[in-house]
């Protein structure tokens, strides 16, 4: 079984893992890449694309207080930063607008912020944007 979610929270990938799921993919992959997640999966083996694979490894080596972020995210993150709504946010990327809140809870999560001022202090302080 292969799981191809927006979710890339981690503790749901987690979770995912733990119940047998073999794989566990971003719905904006590739096609090459979910390809070979395919054949992986079918051949027994496991399957996380590098960025997903990241960051589980950072999470049970104890590092990465805060989490790499995705590159959808990242997309997120800078038109947050360009002061746009969700819902405005969501129609420039073609997304619903609860894929954005989840975006946005997933990003204040990864950065430990509290808020969006939080969000746009650190992102500037990281140089994530």
């Known amino acids: 079984m292969i799981a191809l979610t927006n979710v890339d929270v981690l503790t749901q990938m987690k979770q995912m893992l733990q119940k047998g799921c073999l794989g566990y993919l971003l719905k904006d992959v590739s096609p090459e890449i979910l390809v070979k997640a395919i054949e992986t999966v079918y051949g027994g083996e496991q399957f996380l694309n590098e960025e997903l694979k990241k960051q589980l490894l950072n999470s049970l080596s ?44 997933n990003l204040l999560q990864k950065l430990n912020a509290k808020n969006t001022a939080g969000l746009v202090k650190i992102a500037l302080q990281e140089g994530l944007v």
């Open 62 to 105: 104890g590092h990465g207080e805060k989490q790499l972020i995705t590159r959808r995210e990242k997309e997120i993150l800078k038109l947050i930063l360009e002061e746009n709504t969700n819902q405005q946010i969501a129609d420039k990327l073609f997304l619903s607008l609860r894929t954005v809140e989840n975006h946005r809870n």
